[in-house]
């Protein structure tokens, strides 16, 4: 009778046995968990360009980082700089990696990455890459407007112009879609003047130089308050030449 009664007892205590042995893997998960995102954020920083200044911050997802290190690869690491500058330009960035190998120069399945932009920002890169000082992006929903002037019979003639937004792999572009005339010029025929507006080439701000070479650039979007471009890359290892090494502008 006695062993009966101790059958019991010695089931509670396995339950609870096991109840603590998985608390404590999950201690210790959360402390890898913790080491591994710090490991990253100081390997990312090391890696970035000299120029680049501002807090890189590291967010592992899945339930276990030890039976994903185990596998040998994580299912999603996410990485938000939400203040940071690159050769003098500020901006916000959250890159989501998806199937990450978790080692020096392992691979990544998948990257998507968003950089938004302020309007001054988006500016000061306009003009880096040849866009005149005076023209100014005024960035409003899914479109911007900005200003010129055009010679029209030896008459400087202003205008402002409407354009919208797209991209290449390595530029944002901004192709003009509408204008109208801002210079009082009576009876004269403005037509002209409108089409030329229309005909001119996108303005062409190129970010690849400053993306990893194997980022491209996929979407952009634009509100009153930023810009915004969508990247990714299939392509991106984790080392410190693959994210060093930075793409090229034509010209």
Do not use: W
């Not at 396995?14 to 201690?27: D, N």
């Not at 990450?100 to 988006?122: C, M, N, R, Y």
């Amino acid at each position: 009778m006695a062993g009966k009664r101790r059958g019991p007892g010695r089931l509670i205590m396995l339950v609870v046995m096991v109840g603590l042995l998985v608390s404590a893997f999950f201690l210790v998960d959360f402390g890898l968990r913790a080491f591994a995102e710090g490991q990253a954020e100081s390997q990312i920083r090391d890696a970035l360009p000299a120029s680049a200044t501002g807090d890189v911050n590291v967010s592992i997802g899945g339930v276990s980082v030890i039976t994903q290190y185990v596998t040998g690869s994580f299912d999603e690491v996410e990485l938000t700089a939400p203040r940071l500058t690159v050769d003098g330009v500020p901006a916000s960035i959250r890159v989501v990696a998806a199937d990450v190998q978790p080692k020096l120069g392992g691979s990544i399945g998948h990257v998507v990455a968003t950089i938004d932009l302020t309007p001054e920002a988006l500016n000061n890169l306009a003009h880096a890459a040849g866009t005149p000082p005076e023209t100014e992006l005024v960035l409003g929903t899914d479109e911007v407007t900005y200003t010129g002037n055009l010679d029209v019979l030896g008459i400087t003639t202003g205008y402002l112009a409407t354009a919208t937004p797209s991209t290449t792999p390595d530029s944002l572009l901004f192709t003009p879609t509408g204008a109208q005339v801002t210079t009082e010029l009576g009876t004269l025929d403005l037509s002209g003047i409108v089409a030329t507006v229309l005909g001119q080439t996108p303005i062409r701000i190129c970010v690849a130089k400053y993306l990893p070479a194997e980022v491209a650039v996929r979407s952009a979007d634009v509100t009153p308050e930023r810009a915004r471009i969508t990247l990714d890359s299939s392509t991106l290892v984790l080392t410190t030449q693959s994210l060093a090494t930075l793409g090229t502008c034509p010209g």
